[in-house]
Structure formats: structure tokens, C-alpha cells
């Protein structure tokens, strides 16, 4: 099990970096196990079973975009964001973090033995939805530009890529999806 | 077709504020802005005892040590690493949570993920094939200023000599050159910027500019190799005895155009000027500020150093913009996301200044450097291009609306973006503003203010805050409209938000996006309260009617999501519109709306009500109370009263057998048994989106028991709105009212 940190070393930081392979949106939907548009519901943080700090996020899921989903999806990140009630803090570099009432398509990895899921690619997998004006958008992140790059009528210059609508997202999704299913 | 991978910077494992200033310079700065350095050299770690992809243990032991050398080979640093032992045991998925992220036992494991099995495990399955592996301190402290422990993955799937589309391959050239950038940072080095055109360009020919330290493998040959820029970066870090002495340095800080604030976040080159690619050197503005609570050393505010240049060379200075897409994990510096710049520019001698003419920004004044004695107090202060500063760049400096409506012109393009502006809430995490300029509004009253770009030339977004400029509270945000308002622009910006009379709001309207602005066009309405902000209650029905009418309450209740279709309130508290505790009775404040643009309900598109059916409470209930009937009047006036076509209040019977004749019939309680009921026609429909009725008291009296005290009583109110196309919006809403 990872073990406490915080008593050992009276003021402690650190700073880590991780490798990942950048991805398109076919590369994306391909080695996803599962996807969906979905809201936060619940986020909690604390030590699974094997003593690893982890997080158990909960969504609703709207909408399935990839797989088959039964009601709400409740995955178990390796890591935390925020600190535990011991006062270790392990946040794996790159993965990223939830909050309540968040809405996002997010194309999740299968779980491994250990329990462990998280976005294909960690932060790359996760597209934020917000609303402007009541019209539902998918906004770029650092980690997803080159991804939404990849989707027609994207009008903005990468990598600093905006947003694009929802629909349109989704139903180069659904094409790519119907894609991957064929090969 | 060039494979891209990202190196991502982030904590792993925190125990005190964390301090981050990357570029080529120091990963990790304490509040004192001393760098944080291995205090042990050589610096140690603990490989792994098994295999490593095609691997075996003694190769990838002979692989890491490699990928150290690198940077233990510059002549001008001290550093040295050293293999410390191997770890007890063969790391696998089973045991991997006993080394990773452990402060205190003196390991810094180098674990070899032979497989990918230990990345599946502890990421999830599919994530063996994308992520390459890991690496860093794991712990430091801050007094003093020292990283203690660090560690590494190493994901051998990608060596280990099978290419599949389930088993993905690099060559061991780039698994390399990822990892001497990863014991860069295992060292304390951060990301470097240095020759971003050169990195940028798809030409290979040139990456031999690009620094080992670039946030982004972009050649695996080239930046295997360590740059002047990685070289210089480590040197400064971890001297070698006469590093300083015999090497120039170039010191100063960067200004704002105002010439007094300093500007963290600018990225500062020194190019020789014989061999302006090659011999070059970059650090970040500010990239030792790092204030903790506030407090830093101010002399380190947007001040940069360039060390490790060439006695007797001539270098011209530069600052560029950090390149917008490195943020989070990919950051450099030490803003995220990057600040903008209004321009690149040369430092220009004594023509140094905000304008042109003098400071014209591309023409160069060389500096000539000499061994130990840096040449200091290089200070650029920004021009601030083609525009001049507006008024209101500043948010101290917000323009106050007098009165509304409101509408302004501004040129934004000598707009800057500020350190202290505040973060754009609609934007995605990362993504710049730029040329901001700022508004001050006093709310005129209770009621909805609309706030919109629409007519600018160039891609805006508004931002609305409450508190002050020095700690502002995001209050409402939008990005674009979107292609459904071809009259604003796509790309304008329009937000509309309930306030209170009173309420100061400070309006941030800024570029979206890197530096550019142009022709803004702000306009500023205000109006009585409608729907428009999503704050009303629907009643629940088809999600394509759903709009057709829904209840505006006073005052506005808290929803959290979506609200319910039922009003608590206790008699006698803010939301009892009697205001008095002691009258055993609330009275719920409501007002109709109809043809809502309610953002909530995408789905429902408002086209026109022809009628309005109140169904509850019924005025002629055979088993009415006085208040019921009082309601239904109540509610039947402001009914009728939308000031939208012609209404007409006339007489139906539900039960269809039976006529209601005349209006006395309706009024008449207990007449046809109850079963005719008023409703409200227009005639024409109502087209006009978000008109709202008069607000109707709605009184619930409690209940008066035998023993004489009060308890929970509750009233249902029942509406249906129809359009001229059948479009039907059946709403409930209970009212309960407790003492």
C-alpha cells in the first residue's frame, strides 16, 4: 500500500511529469472501453481497499456514447486532488479532476484488476461541456486540443481551440464510433 | 506522419503550498525565490531489479544511467547521479503502492514497467498503450529550498519490440529522449521555451535549436542531445566552480507599458548575435516571484537573469509571449495560463519605452558581455502596439455606466491583459483573454441586466464580477453567443443575470484568445425580471413545451439543479410576502411567464400562448375556501393582464355536458358542480418571447388544529398553456407554507 506521507518531512513538495502519447478523437473512441455524456454527482476521496489513495467519482450519464451503461457510472481514479484526512495528497501527473455539477463527454478506460479506471489518454479523454446562451458547447483544454483539432468544423486556430458544439462533437463521435465497431 | 508526445508537468505528491516556475530554470522556487536543488550529490536513485520491455534488467539499468548522463556531462554543472542500489524487489501492479509517492525511505525508485502492467493497473486498461511513464521529485522541502526524494516509471510496452495497434512501439531513440527530458525534471529543471518557430515549423532540418527541456517531443534525435539553453539551465542550478565567473549574464525586469508594474510571465531570450539560433538562452519573467500568501520578495517580481553567455559576445534581448497551448502539465513559467503580450519586442538601448517612436519593437540594441560581472538592470518595459492604452484597461480604472441602456466603442488593440485580471469562468481551463478592458455598473434595481458584445469585430468574451478589483467573485461569464444569434456574431458575447438593486458589478470585456482586439462595441440593457436567466419554475412538463409558461417567484428562491415544483417557505421569513409571524399565514409572490428563452430548456423553442387554462385553484370549487377563490382571482387578473394581445376572460366546463352560458357562471361558486373554470384567451397569441404577468399574491393559511396551534398546510396551483399550435404546457406547483 502507498504509505502516509506528511509526518515524515515537516514542509514537502513535489512536482512530478508524466509521458503520454498525444491522441486524436479516432484514437480516442477506438481505446475507449466506454463513453457517455454525463454530469458529476459525487466525488469522494479516500484509500481503497489496498490502502491506495483514490478517488470514486459518480456521474449520471445522459447520454451513451460508446459500450453499454445501466444508470449511473461511479469509477475509482487512482489518486486524489485534494488532500486526505491523514494529510497525504497523491495526485498522479496529468489525470484529471471533478467537481459536482460538471458536465463533460468523457471516454473512460476499462478497470483493471485493481479497480482503476480513467479517461483514455488521463486528461486528454475528458471533454468539458459548458452553455452559452442555452446552446451546449465542448470546450478545448490544454490536454484535449489536439483531439477536438480533429473534428470537423472546428473554426478557431489550435492549439488553442475554443469550443464547438456539442452535436457536432457527438455526431463525429457516433460516425468514429460506428467506425471502430467495423474493424 | 510525426508521433507527438507531451511531457506533462504536475504535483504528484504534496505536502506543503506547492511552487512552481518552469522553463528552462528552476522546477520548484520557495517563497524566498530560492530554486529547489538536490542537497545530495550525486544525486541518487534506485532502479528497478526487473526487466524492461525487450530489456533485460542490466540493460535497462544501463538505460537509465544513460539517459542521466547527459546532463551529469556538461562541463559547467556539478551535478552527478549515482545508481544507489537496486530497489528490494521486482516492482510489479501487486506492490508498486509500497514505493511510489513514499516520503522518508530514502528510495527513489526507478521502477520498471516491463509490460505496461503497473500504467493499466493503477490507470485503467487501455492506458498502458498511451502513457510512456513517469518522473520527478516526489518530495522536497521548502527551508531550505531541496528536493529529498523523487521517482520514475519507465512503461516498457513501448520498447519491448512487438508494434501492434494494441502493443504501440517508439524507438528506443525517443523512448530515450523522453526520459533525458524526465531526469531533467528529476533533476529540477523545468519546461524551456527557447526556439519555439524552430519547433513549430514541421522543418527537421532545423530542430537542432529545439532544447532537450521543450515542453513537447518534437525530435527524438535532436533533443536527445542536450541544448545551450538545457546546458545553461543546469549549470545555473548546479554550478560548476567558476561557472559564474567565467561566463556573462544578462539581469533585469520586465515593465508593463505603464513603466512602474512589473510583468511576470514574458519569455526572455538572449541570442548571440553571430548565432542568434544556436546561442541562445530563455527564462520566464518573474520566474523566482513566488509569493506565498501574498508575500514574495518584490524585487523578484517580473525580473529574470540570463546566465552562461559568452565573454566578450554581443546578444540582443528579446521577450515573446509564452506559447498559449503550454499550460497545466505542459506549462513553462510561472503563470497559467501564459500571459499575454501586446507585441514581441527587442530591448532598444536608450530608446527602451512603452511607444513608437521611440521603442521601435524590432530594432535591437546589442549587449556585450563580460566574464562575472552581469550586465544588470536590463529593463524592457512592453510597447503596447499599434493602439493606444484605453482608459479603462485597468480595472481600477473601470468606466462607470451611468445610466441604462448603455453603449460604448472602444479600439482594443492597445489593450493589455493585466496579472491581476481575473480568470474568465466560461473559458476553458488554460485558454488566454486578452486586451481587457473593464466597465463598472450599479444595478438600477431589482430586474434582469443583459450585458453583449454584439457588433464587435473580433472574438470577445465578457466577464461579470461582484467584490472588488483586488478580489473579485465571478459572478456571470459568456464566451460566445453561438451561430443560433446571427444578428450578434458567433463569436460575440451576450450574458444576462438577475440583480438587485445596489448590486455593483465590475464587467471585464476581453479578446478570447492570444493578443489582438479590435473595434468593441459593449452594450449594457436592463429590465424587469423574466426567465431569461433560467431562474423560474417550469412546473414540469414535456421538455419540448416546457417553456410555454413557468412561475417567476418573489423573491428569487435557491435552487440546487433543477428546481423542484414545490415552494416551502415559513410564515413570517423573506420568502412570506406578508412579512408578519404572527398572522398563521405565507403568501407565495407569483408572476407568469410566457415564451421563455429559459437557457435550461434546449429542447423547447417558444413560439406563441394562445390560451391559459388555470385549473387549480378553481374560482367556483364547490368546496372552495374564501382564500382559494381570492387566489384564483388573483391569479386570473394577472393572467389576463400580459401585456401581449388582446385577452378576453371567458368561460369554459371541463365536463363538456353542461354550457357555461355567462361570465356569472364562472363566478358563481358551486355552480354546474364546480366544473366551470375561467381561462384567458389572446387573441392574437402571445409571439413576444419572455413576457411576464403582474406578480399575484397567492396566500396559504396554516392549519388551525382542534388543540389551537398551527401546523403545515398546502395549496396546489395548476395552469395550462396551449399554443396556436396545439402545443400543450401542463405545470403543477404546490405552495406549502410552515409555521
Not at chain 1, 479497480?115 to 452553455?131: D, V
Not at chain 2, 504535483?11 to 503550498?17: I, Y
Not at chain 2, 556531462?73 to 547521479?81: H, S
Not at chain 2, 528579446?318 to 507585441?343: N, Q
Request: charged share 15%; proline share 7%; with cysteine.
Amino acid at each position: 500500500m502507498l504509505s502516509t506521507v506528511g509526518v515524515l518531512i515537516a514542509a514537502v513538495t513535489a512536482t512530478s511529469a508524466t509521458m503520454t502519447m498525444q491522441l486524436d478523437l479516432a484514437q480516442i473512441v477506438a481505446a475507449a472501453g466506454r463513453a457517455f455524456v454525463g454530469r458529476v454527482v459525487a466525488v469522494h476521496a479516500g484509500r481503497d481497499q489496498a490502502g491506495i489513495p483514490s478517488t470514486w467519482v459518480t456521474f449520471t450519464v445522459d447520454q451513451v456514447v460508446k459500450g453499454t451503461l445501466h444508470g449511473d457510472v461511479t469509477i475509482k481514479q487512482f489518486g486524489t486532488a485534494t488532500r486526505l484526512e491523514d494529510g497525504s495528497l497523491l495526485r498522479m501527473p496529468g489525470l484529471p479532476t471533478y467537481a459536482v455539477g460538471e458536465e463533460m463527454v468523457v471516454f473512460l478506460s476499462g478497470e483493471s484488476e485493481a479497480g482503476f479506471s480513467s479517461p483514455i489518454g488521463l486528461a486528454q479523454g475528458k471533454f468539458p461541456i459548458i452553455r452559452h446562451a442555452g446552446h451546449a458547447m465542448v470546450a478545448a483544454t490544454a490536454e484535449n486540443a489536439r483531439a477536438l483539432r480533429s473534428v470537423r468544423r472546428l473554426d478557431k486556430p489550435p492549439p488553442t481551440t475554443a469550443e464547438i458544439p456539442l452535436n457536432d462533437f457527438l455526431d463525429q463521435i457516433a460516425q468514429l464510433v460506428a467506425q471502430s465497431n467495423r474493424q | 506522419m510525426r508521433r507527438t508526445i507531451s511531457f506533462c508537468l504536475v504535483l504528484v505528491l504534496e505536502l506543503a503550498v506547492a511552487q512552481r516556475a518552469t522553463a528552462a530554470e528552476p522546477l520548484l522556487v520557495n517563497s524566498a525565490g530560492q530554486p529547489a536543488v538536490w542537497m545530495t550529490i550525486p544525486v541518487p536513485y534506485n532502479p528497478d531489479r526487473g526487466t524492461l520491455g525487450a530489456l533485460d534488467n542490466a540493460s535497462a539499468r544501463q538505460f537509465v544511467s544513460d539517459r542521466f548522463q547527459p546532463w551529469a556531462a556538461v562541463p559547467t554543472t556539478n551535478i552527478r547521479f549515482t545508481d544507489a542500489g537496486q530497489l528490494p524487489t521486482d516492482v510489479t501492479a501487486a506492490n508498486v503502492g509500497t514505493y511510489l509517492g513514499t516520503c522518508g525511505d530514502h528510495l527513489n525508485p526507478i521502477i520498471f514497467d516491463t509490460d505496461g502492467s503497473i500504467i493499466r493497473s493503477l490507470l485503467g486498461v487501455g492506458n498502458e498503450n498511451i502513457v510512456l511513464g513517469e518522473a520527478g521529485p516526489d518530495c522536497a522541502t521548502t527551508s531550505p529550498s531541496a528536493i529529498t526524494e523523487a521517482s520514475a516509471i519507465l512503461n516498457g510496452r513501448f520498447i519491448d519490440g512487438i508494434n501492434s495497434a494494441s502493443n504501440p512501439e517508439i524507438t528506443i531513440e525517443e523512448f530515450g529522449a523522453v526520459f533525458t527530458h524526465e531526469f531533467g525534471h528529476y533533476a529540477g529543471l523545468g519546461h524551456s521555451q527557447i526556439n519555439l518557430t524552430e519547433a513549430f515549423d514541421n522543418d527537421s532540418s532545423n530542430d537542432n535549436a529545439i532544447a532537450t527541456m521543450f515542453p513537447i517531443l518534437i525530435n527524438g534525435t535532436e533533443q536527445a542531445s542536450l541544448n545551450l539553453d538545457d546546458e545553461v539551465a543546469i549549470s545555473t542550478l548546479y554550478p560548476a566552480p567558476g561557472f559564474f565567473a567565467s561566463t556573462g549574464s544578462i539581469r533585469g525586469t520586465v515593465w508593463r507599458p505603464d513603466g512602474v508594474t512589473p510583468f511576470q510571465g514574458a519569455y526572455v531570450i538572449a541570442r548571440a548575435v553571430t548565432d542568434p539560433r544556436i546561442q541562445a538562452v530563455g527564462v520566464t519573467s518573474g520566474f523566482l516571484f513566488n509569493p506565498t500568501n501574498g508575500v514574495g520578495v518584490s524585487s523578484l517580481h517580473g525580473y529574470y537573469e540570463l546566465n552562461g553567455l559568452t565573454p566578450g559576445t554581443d546578444y540582443t534581448l528579446e521577450i515573446e509571449a509564452i506559447y498559449p497551448g503550454f499550460t497545466g502539465g505542459s506549462g513553462v513559467g510561472p503563470v497559467d495560463p501564459p500571459a499575454a503580450l501586446p507585441v514581441p519586442e527587442f530591448w532598444n538601448g536608450a530608446n527602451e519605452a512603452a511607444t513608437n517612436p521611440p521603442d521601435d519593437p524590432t530594432e535591437a540594441t546589442p549587449i556585450t558581455v563580460s566574464a562575472g560581472a552581469p550586465v544588470t538592470n536590463v529593463d524592457i518595459t512592453m510597447n503596447s502596439v499599434s493602439g493606444s492604452l484605453p482608459s479603462n484597461d485597468q480595472c481600477a480604472d473601470a468606466v462607470a455606466i451611468g445610466s441604462l441602456p448603455f453603449s460604448a466603442t472602444a479600439d482594443t488593440t492597445g489593450a493589455v491583459e493585466s496579472p491581476t485580471d481575473p480568470s474568465m469562468s466560461c473559458l476553458p481551463v488554460g485558454y488566454p483573454a486578452s486586451n481587457t478592458v473593464w466597465y463598472a455598473l450599479t444595478a438600477p434595481g431589482d430586474g434582469v441586466v443583459t450585458l453583449d458584445t454584439c457588433g464587435s469585430n473580433f472574438d470577445t468574451v465578457i466577464g461579470v464580477f461582484t467584490g472588488t478589483c483586488a478580489a473579485p467573485v465571478a459572478r456571470a461569464c459568456n464566451d460566445d453567443v453561438g451561430s443560433g444569434d446571427a444578428t450578434c456574431g458567433t463569436l460575440q458575447s451576450r450574458t444576462v443575470f438577475d440583480v438587485s438593486a445596489g448590486e455593483v458589478l465590475l464587467i471585464e470585456v476581453a479578446q478570447t484568445g492570444p493578443p489582438q482586439g479590435g473595434a468593441l462595441v459593449f452594450n449594457a440593457t436592463f429590465g424587469p425580471r423574466s426567465c431569461v436567466t433560467g431562474d423560474c419554475l417550469p412546473g414540469r412538463s414535456a421538455a419540448a413545451s416546457e417553456c410555454l409558461a413557468e412561475w417567476l417567484i418573489s423573491p428569487q428562491p435557491v435552487f440546487s439543479g433543477r428546481p423542484s415544483t414545490q415552494l416551502t417557505c415559513h410564515d413570517g421569513e423573506s420568502c412570506d410576502a406578508d412579512g408578519d409571524p404572527t398572522n398563521h399565514s405565507c403568501t407565495f409572490t407569483l408572476a407568469l411567464c410566457v415564451n421563455n428563452t429559459d437557457p435550461r430548456f434546449l429542447k423547447c423553442v417558444p413560439s406563441d400562448v394562445s390560451r391559459l387554462d388555470l385549473t387549480a385553484p378553481n374560482r367556483n370549487g364547490t368546496r372552495n375556501k374564501p382564500e382559494d377563490t381570492a387566489n384564483a382571482d388573483a391569479l386570473l387578473a394577472a393572467l389576463a393582464a400580459i401585456p401581449e394581445g388582446v385577452s378576453s376572460g371567458t368561460c369554459t366546463n371541463l365536463a363538456g355536458g353542461t354550457s357555461c352560458l355567462v361570465n356569472a357562471d364562472c363566478n358563481s361558486p358551486g355552480k354546474h358542480d364546480g366544473r366551470c373554470r375561467r381561462f384567458v384567451a389572446f387573441m392574437p397569441p402571445v409571439t413576444t418571447p419572455n413576457v411576464c404577468g403582474a406578480p399575484a399574491p397567492v396566500v396559504v393559511p396554516l392549519t388551525h388544529r382542534a388543540s389551537g396551534t398551527y401546523g403545515a398546510a398546502t395549496k396546489h396551483v395548476r395552469l395550462r398553456a396551449t399554443s396556436s399550435t396545439r402545443r400543450l404546457d401542463s405545470d403543477a406547483l404546490t405552495l406549502r407554507c410552515l409555521p
